[in-house]
Nanobody, 125 residues
Framework: VQLQASGGGSVQAGGSLRLSCAAS????????MGWFRQAPGKEREFLSS????????NYRDSVRGRFTISRDNAKNTVYLQMNSLKPEDTAVYYC???????????????????WGQGTQVTVSS
């Protein structure tokens, strides 16, 4: 599975962005998808995950209610809609995939099998 993240950019605080992550392959629906981010000098942190069917989702507390994860299995794409952005949301955002028939939160970097290249999000005050 190859992942290609896009949609990053520069916005002012309070603005919105929608990230996309396109996946290759024919088993996309068998992968839990996750979004992570990494700010300079910090560890990569979990943001959200979504089950293969899209029925189950989980979020980091600091983004719950502002970020929404979704997926379109027909397009092999997962999205992260980000609203009410804050300067502390500035980071490189990564999508990741885990091949599994079961859903769990999967909030650890080590739990994922494949990673996209990252897309920069910069939020100015």
């Amino acid at each position: 599975v190859q992942l290609q993240a896009s949609g990053g950019g520069s916005v002012q605080a309070g603005g919105s962005l929608r990230l996309s992550c396109a996946a290759s392959g024919r088993t996309f629906s068998r992968h839990v998808m996750g979004w992570f981010r990494q700010a300079p000098g910090k560890e990569r942190e979990f943001l959200s995950s979504i089950s293969g069917s899209g029925d189950s989702t989980n979020y980091r507390d600091s983004v719950r209610g502002r970020f929404t994860i979704s997926r379109d299995n027909a397009k092999n794409t997962v999205y992260l809609q980000m609203n009410s952005l804050k300067p502390e949301d500035t980071a490189v955002y990564y999508c990741a995939a885990k091949y599994t028939f079961y859903y769990n939160v999967y909030d650890r970097v080590s739990e994922y099998d494949y990673w996209g290249q990252g897309t920069q999000v910069t939020v100015s005050s």
